[in-house]
């Protein structure tokens, strides 16, 4: 099933444009991979490379709140997608700037154990505790994290912490492989799920259909058999539309 014309046309299909003439060869037959592998974004509001690392931090937050004075060190180990794409120092302008900075997101866990969209608003970021725990910070790929995340069969996004105080005691190691969301961490993740689209259905829905949906969701079969564009009509609040 396809369209071969679109990779075979002679001069502007995909593969003489593209490939120089050469053919597509694909890692793995087309199939339903990307769907069963899908991330779900439900712990933190975070860019995704960093969500290990933001649970690592919070993981630490009760060794280190009483004690950020004391801190000598933090090293951050990661893989080499977060270092090209999230490892940042030096001024951090906006909270788009902020939420790609693996630094600033591990600084926010370790202070406040936890992380919102508000940590990244120039209130928070004013707190001048976050500059000076991120000046304290190192960041080194650790290669078996690269090739796991690279690994079609893994696709972890781990990252690891530790900090070492100036008494010379350090933290426990954390070390966090797969973020909740991810295919490995469903089960963790499916009540957080839920949570997160009644909040923010109840934006678009009244109560009434809200309770229609949300019955939906414990009748698995129900849903599994029903329709996509008869989902997508419960989705339609059309008594809360203007």
């Known amino acids: 099933m396809g369209y071969p014309r679109a990779l075979t046309a002679k001069q502007w299909g995909f593969n003489d444009v593209i490939l120089r003439g050469g053919s597509l060869i694909l890692d793995r037959p087309l199939g339903s991979y990307v769907v069963e592998n899908i991330l779900f974004k439900v712990a933190f509001p975070a860019e995704f490379h960093a969500q290990t690392a933001v649970e690592c ?5 009760p060794f280190v709140r009483h004690r950020l004075g ?12 977060a270092m090209r794409i999230i490892d940042k120092t030096g001024p951090l302008e906006n909270p788009a700037d902020r939420d790609h900075c693996l630094q600033y997101m591990v600084a926010i866990g370790l202070l406040f154990g936890m992380l919102t969209a508000d ?13 000076r725990l991120r000046a304290l910070m190192t960041v080194v790929e650790n290669p078996q994290f690269t090739r796991d995340y690279l690994d079609p069969d893994k696709r972890s996004i781990s990252n690891g912490i530790v900090i070492r105080f100036r008494d010379g005691t350090s933290t426990p190691p954390q070390i966090v492989e797969y973020p909740i969301g991810h295919r490995r961490r469903r089960t963790e993740a499916i009540p957080l799920l839920l ?18 949906v949300l019955d939906l969701f414990q009748r698995p079969d129900r849903w599994d058999e029903m329709p996509v564009a008869e989902f997508l009509d419960l989705c339609v609040d059309k008594s809360k539309s203007s």
């Open 119 to 131: 940590h990244y608003e120039d209130a928070v970021a004013r707190d001048t505790r976050i500059d």
């Open 195 to 212: 949570e997160k689209f009644e909040r923010n259905a109840a934006h678009v829905l009244s109560p009434q259909r809200m309770h229609v």
């Open 57 to 61: 931090a919070i993981s630490l937050h």
């Open 70 to 81: 004391d801190i000598a060190s933090i090293h951050i180990t990661t893989h080499e997608s």
